[in-house]
């Protein structure tokens, strides 16, 4: 039902649409970066992380604007007065959009697989590890995304979940150090993933700390929707 | 109440008759109290609890407009854990009963005017719910239709209306009940009204509520 509402209204398009687009660094941005942009603050692989931050808070925005038009419009009422548990209406969008956000990520590690591939230390497996990582850090935002949509009106939690993704996301990718604790750090790995000492393993720790992340927020999610008037 | 009682809610503020359907349907918090429906607390969350015996539907219900009517009642027949040789007999006699023709296969948002409520109540009624919570039911439908689909065939349904046109439910409900100033300020028969000569209205309502509450204490 879901997955079908997204994308009857489009949004599932934009998803995807915005992942896609993120690729593009990759793809359009020569490997090798010439001596006129020796100091441009990112490579290829920097744009691509910090292209797909992007595509995730909005993502985020769209996952709260869902949720909150459920629930004004009455659709998540509706079901819950046939005793569809709160938890499992507000999961289930959780699950589509991860689905989508996973589905999406496939062709950017692709694109980032074909245009960058001889230049990535760690072969194949470290851009796996790496977009995998970079999969549940989306996990998290959307989570993010969510909870402002079981606490917030429309269009207050869609500007919310963004400007919190974009707050979480974007500073890492840019260098800026970050507790452990927050989600981000996927998107770090991806975007130094040609000169990772321990790629593997960083996208290990970073897709556990996302997913943790992601884990609490969802809880929080589950108990204000719970709470919530529909 | 009774059941298989027809009780009419209105209320002063209009609002407080469909916040408390509401909150009757678990749509809602109550700020304090309980709540007990059907002989079962509100908190019974499980599949035979009262939410499978309690249906509810809005003034604007929401059902996805790109669900025909059919695959609204088919969803609603699979969230009633009514098994599928069952749902189909139950969906063809319900889109019988609700006379939506063609627009039964059309997406509900292309249907014509009164499709989504049909549905609606259609829905509800497909799990065979022991009560049936209505706030303003149907108004997109003319009075005789109107009238007709809310003579619900079973008799074993306690019906609570919530409307803000009592006239409109004559001949529907059996009770009436007014809640002001958050208490029910009256709780009567509507043959009470008919014997005071009072309309059912909000006016005829008012009366007969402040004629009980200026009515002398019976001597012990």
């Not at chain 1, 609490?216 to 204000?224: D, F």
């Not at chain 2, 208490?183 to 009204?193: I, K, Q």
Request: hydrophobic share 60%; aromatic share 4%; charged share 15%.
């Amino acid at each position: 039902m879901a997955l079908r509402e997204l994308w009857i209204s489009f949004r599932l398009l934009v998803v995807l649409g915005a992942l896609l687009v993120a690729g593009l660094p990759a793809a359009l941005l020569p490997p090798v970066m010439s001596p006129d942009l020796a100091g441009a603050p990112l490579d290829p692989l920097g744009w691509l992380a910090l292209a797909t931050a992007a595509a995730m808070a909005l993502a985020a925005a769209i996952a709260a604007a869902t949720l909150a038009s459920e629930r004004r419009r009455g659709t998540a009422g509706w079901m819950a007065a046939r005793a569809v548990p709160r938890a499992t209406i507000a999961l289930s969008w959780f699950v589509a959009f991860a689905l989508l956000l996973s589905i999406g990520l496939v062709p950017v590690a692709a694109v980032a697989w074909f245009a960058l591939g001889p230049f990535l230390l760690g072969g194949p497996a470290a851009l796996v590890a790496a977009a995998a990582a970079t999969a549940c850090v989306g996990g998290a935002t959307l989570a993010i995304g969510l909870f402002a949509g079981a606490a917030l009106p429309r269009w207050p939690a869609a500007a919310v979940a963004a400007l919190v993704a974009t707050a979480l996301l974007v500073p890492p990718v840019l260098g800026a150090s970050a507790p452990w604790w927050l989600p981000a750090d996927g998107l770090r790995v991806l975007a130094e993933l040609d000169s990772a000492a321990r790629p593997l393993a960083d996208s290990l720790r970073a897709a556990g700390v996302a997913l943790g992340v992601a884990a609490v927020v969802l809880v929080a999610t589950v108990v204000t929707f719970e709470r919530a008037d529909l | 109440m009774p059941v298989g009682a027809r009780l009419l809610l209105v209320s002063h503020p209009e609002a407080a008759a469909s916040l408390l359907l509401r909150v009757l349907a678990g749509l809602a918090r109550a700020a304090a109290g309980t709540v007990a429906l059907a002989g079962l607390p509100r908190s019974d969350d499980s599949p035979a609890g009262w939410r499978r015996r309690v249906a509810y539907v809005a003034s604007a219900s929401a059902i996805y407009g790109w669900l025909s009517p059919v695959e609204a009642l088919f969803l609603a027949a699979d969230l009633a854990g009514i098994e599928r040789p069952d749902a189909e007999r139950r969906v063809d006699e319900m889109v019988e009963h609700l006379r939506l023709g063609a627009d039964a296969t059309r997406p509900v948002s292309r249907g014509g005017p009164g499709v989504l409520e049909r549905t609606a109540l259609g829905a509800a009624l497909l799990g065979q719910p022991e009560v049936l919570l209505l706030d303003e039911p149907l108004r997109a439908l003319d009075p005789a239709e109107r009238r007709r689909l809310l003579r619900l065939p079973r008799k074993r349904v306690t019906l609570v209306i919530a409307s803000r046109y009592p006239a409109s439910e004559e001949g529907i409900v059996n009770q009436v009940a007014l809640i002001r100033d958050g208490r029910v300020a009256l709780h009567a028969g509507v043959d009470e009204l008919t014997d005071a000569a009072l309309p059912l209205n909000a006016r005829g309502i008012d009366a007969l509520a402040n004629a009980a509450h200026a009515a002398p204490a019976a001597p012990s």
